[in-house]
């Protein structure tokens, strides 16, 4: 401060007290401006365009408040940036969520792209993926919670599609499953899958896909099913836990990471596999109906013959 010190207070003083704050003003003052400012000069009211938000630099020189050395340039040029981004906002990137399915496609989903009804669009969520499931022709959402909730992938598969078919059961539906990463080896996520539609699950039988083993077991006893309302609609979910390294775990190891293909099946309309395919039996059935046509047959002639 120099002797101009009273002059400075005041203008300062003035200035933070201006305005109702929201938009920072950056002001410098130097000695010659100060000094007017308060030797009674009626004009502008600096006070009301000074925010609270304002930064005052008081500086006897210009040359002091242009000297780098003092370091009033970089608090002005800071303040000036802090204040443009204020009143331009910087506009926000679009959220990537590292589940491989994108903003668009998420955002277009059901309930206004919040699959999951938790009041959050599920593109901005790690944890929920709204996707096209292509074997139905509709969207549906996974969500995790627990102790995985990266979700990394999702994919839909028809059975046919798979390593193995299940002999006793058919995917009419086809099956739902996703990779997550856990924070810990061994965790356990808790999942819910929301179908785009109610079903009558009365008949579901859910079965899991071990990608490791090609085999199929059962799961339904895991699964609980329910509905929840969706904007408009209400659609069936089934809810069930996998830990890594489990029974469960498609890769089959403890490694941080849950692959998760499943789906609702239903007892094929043949009987279990007992080594006959279904058209080996109906080729069985026509073969015992001609043996029955023959033997009409052979017992008229031997009729015939006797006769
Ligand atoms: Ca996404
Ligand atoms: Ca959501
Ligand atoms: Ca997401
Ligand atoms: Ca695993």
Redesign the pocket.
Known sequence: MTGDAANWITAGNNLRAAGDGGVGIVLVLIAEAATAYTAGSAGPTVDAVAGTEGLVVTVPTYAEAADPAKGHVDSVTKAVCDTIETIVPTPVAPIN?N?N?STDE?DSGPNNGDGNNDGVK?????????AVNNVLGAYTTTETSGDCTQ?TDVSFYAESSLAATDPSYDYDLGLHGFTVECSSTGGTVDVTYYWDKVYDTDDWNYRKFNASTNTFLDFNDQVTYGTVVLGESTVTTVSYSVTDGGEFDGDGVANGSILDPIGPSEASISAPNTGFSQTTNITLYALLGAGLALSTVGLYGYKKIKR
Do not use: N, P
């Open positions: 969520d589940d399915i998420e599920d593109s901005e969520q790690t944890s929920v993926t709204t979700i």
